[in-house]
């Protein structure tokens, strides 16, 4: 079963930046589908970003598409969430998850592991 360690987040301002990391292990990670999530406060788990370890494929919700980027590194053991001109209504707590299969990528009920979850909190 993959292990999810998350790290980042924090406080901004409107308008700024922020990248989230997310290290995994104990998988074989070729076979798993990431995802980011995002819960605000009296609100469920929302959808944020997906990719799949292997190949090009990611989907992006539309309140972020062109603002925010989930990538992996090189050694394809983590997996990134850059967040880019950042709204205050983009403040919630946020989960990286996995699968281990190819899912389709925004099925919340779908991934099995999850990190911890880290705050961001937007300001205006």
């Known amino acids: 079963q993959v292990h999810l360690v998350e790290s980042g987040g924090g406080l901004v301002q409107a308008g700024g930046s922020l990248r989230l990391s997310c290290a995994a292990s104990?998988?074989?990670?070729?076979?798993?589908?990431m995802g980011w999530f995002r819960q605000a406060p009296g609100k469920q788990r929302e959808f944020v970003a997906g990719?799949?370890?292997?190949?090009?494929?990611?989907l992006y919700a539309d309140s972020v598409k062109g603002r925010f980027t989930i990538s992996r590194d090189s050694a394809k053991t983590a997996v990134y969430l850059e967040m880019n001109s950042l709204k205050p209504e983009d403040t919630a707590v946020y989960y990286c998850?996995?699968?281990?299969?190819?899912?389709?990528?925004?099925?919340?009920?779908?991934?099995?592991?999850w990190g911890q979850g880290t705050q961001v909190t937007v300001s205006s």
């Open positions: 104990g998988g074989t990670l070729s076979e798993y589908t």
């Open positions: 998850a996995a699968a281990r299969a190819l899912i389709r990528l925004s099925q919340l009920e779908r991934y099995t592991n």
């Open positions: 990719m799949r370890w292997t190949g090009s494929t990611t």
